[in-house]
Each structure stands twice: as structure tokens, then as C-alpha cells.
């Protein structure tokens, strides 16, 4: 008879990518330590300066292209061989895709993609130079990066409560847990399931249970971890 396998969220931020080369957001060299949110993620930005804003994800872009994946992605990968593994990661790179995890939610968008300004249905591989001013999309309004801007909804959201509710076990890895609604999935995992936090620096957890804390680099404590659950 085949068996039903347990089902492992795992919520990644920043810092999963950071061994990768990607900057995180808010540690001491983070990207807010160089922009200001406001003038390059808000919808306020893109009617302000778009050429900003298309210069900052572009960058992002470039950034995610020349990073690979890192031990961290692969652990998680490798965890699939005995559970069902769901991602739900806050970044917008691609490499839990590139690591070959098969469920990924990207709740921030993602770096690879633009949509159209007037239908945010329209959606389309970004091309190799990234967006400029002046690209449109099929109706002919301008294109923008495929990301949730500060401001905006967060579509994937009741989705990903759906799926953090019905966890078995709950794997939280480098974010500062500090951006809402993302950081609020915590609060929709079971009580009674075992839950692990992984991330070399304090992260504010406070009343959660059945949790345990990492204090290492995803790279380093993740593996580790993974291959405790394979056992
Ligand atoms: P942050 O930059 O806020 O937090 C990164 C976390 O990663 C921190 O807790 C670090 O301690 C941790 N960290 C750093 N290096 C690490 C490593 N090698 N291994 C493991 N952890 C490490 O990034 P996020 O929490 O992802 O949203 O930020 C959340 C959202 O805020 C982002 O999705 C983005 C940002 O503004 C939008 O742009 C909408």
C-alpha cells in the first residue's frame, strides 16, 4: 500500500539566499540600508520614477542570474525523497526552482517575470535585458516587475495559510519575520506540530510552540536538520 507522505512547509526569507550572494533586506548590508522602500517598492514609486524603480529590480535580476543555489536550496530539495515539501518563500530569485524543489509560492513575486500595468493577469517571461521604459505589454500599457510592492495585496496569501495550516512539520529559514501579512503564517501552523527556526541571528518568536531554534546559517544548519528528518 502506498504511504501518505507528511507534509513539510517550509517559509523562506532572505537569508536562505544570502549564502547564494544575494543581499538580504534589512541585515547590515541590506539593500534598505542603500534604498529607501519607498522610492524604489511602492506603487507611489512606479508613479514617481519608474526609471528608478526598473533600474532597482533589474539589478535585482542580474544579481539572481549570476547566484546558484546553495547547500540550503539543495537540503530542501533533497527532503522531498521522504516527505511532500512545500515551499513558501518571500523571495523573488528563482533558485528553490533552480535546486529542483517542485513546490514553490513565491508570496513577493518573482524576479523573472513582468506584468502589465492595466491587467495584472497578463504576465510574461522577462527578457534577457530585463524591462524598460517603453516596453508594453499586449494592451499596450507599460510593463513593471511582477512583484507585490509595499502597499499591495498579497495574493498568494490565503493560499499560503491554507497550506501552513495543514503542515505536519514547520521549517522557518532566514527572514526577519518582521514584514506583514508574510510573517503572520507562523500563527496559522497547528500548536502541536514540531516547528524549527533557523537563522544565525535572534529572531523575535515569542509564545510558539513545539519550536526549536537554529542558530546557524541556512547553509550550515539546514542540511544538518534535513538530514536528521530523512533518518
Ligand atoms: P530580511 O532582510 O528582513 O531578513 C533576512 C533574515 O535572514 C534575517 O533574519 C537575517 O538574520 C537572516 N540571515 C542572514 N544571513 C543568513 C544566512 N546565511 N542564513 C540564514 N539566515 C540568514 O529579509 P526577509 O525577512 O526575507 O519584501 O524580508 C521580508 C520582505 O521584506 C522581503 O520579501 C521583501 C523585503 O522588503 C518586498 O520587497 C515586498
Not at 522557518?172 to 508574510?182: E, K, Q, R
Amino acid at each position: 500500500m502506498k504511504q501518505i507522505k507528511q507534509k513539510v512547509v517550509v517559509f523562506t526569507g532572505a537569508g536562505i539566499s544570502a549564502e547564494s550572494g544575494i543581499r538580504t533586506f534589512r541585515d547590515s548590508d541590506g539593500l534598505w540600508e542603500e534604498y529607501n522602500i519607498r522610492d524604489v517598492a511602492t506603487p507611489e514609486a512606479w508613479a514617481k520614477n519608474r526609471e528608478l524603480v526598473l533600474e532597482f529590480y533589474n539589478k535585482r535580476r542580474k544579481q539572481s542570474l549570476e547566484a546558484k543555489p546553495n547547500p540550503a536550496h539543495k537540503a530542501l530539495k533533497d527532503l522531498e525523497k521522504k516527505y511532500d515539501v512545500i515551499i513558501i518563500t518571500q523571495n523573488i530569485d528563482d533558485l528553490h526552482e533552480r535546486a529542483g524543489s517542485k513546490k514553490v509560492l513565491h508570496l513577493h513575486g518573482e524576479i523573472n517575470k513582468c506584468r502589465s500595468t492595466v491587467d495584472e493577469t497578463l504576465i510574461y517571461p522577462m527578457k534577457k535585458e530585463g524591462i524598460k521604459l517603453g516596453d508594453k505589454c499586449e494592451r499596450g500599457s507599460q510593463l513593471r516587475p511582477h512583484i507585490v510592492w509595499f502597499g499591495e495585496m498579497v495574493p498568494m496569501m490565503d493560499l499560503a495559510y491554507e497550506v501552513a495550516s495543514t503542515a505536519d512539520i514547520f521549517i522557518v529559514v532566514g527572514t526577519s519575520l518582521v514584514v506583514y501579512p508574510a510573517a503572520g503564517i507562523i500563527n496559522y501552523v497547528s500548536a502541536n506540530i514540531p516547528k524549527y527556526l533557523i537563522d544565525p541571528n535572534e529572531i523575535n518568536v515569542s509564545g510558539i510552540k513545539n519550536l526549536t531554534i537554529i542558530k546557524e546559517k541556512a547553509g550550515i544548519g539546514l542540511p544538518k536538520l534535513v538530514e536528521n528528518l530523512l533518518k
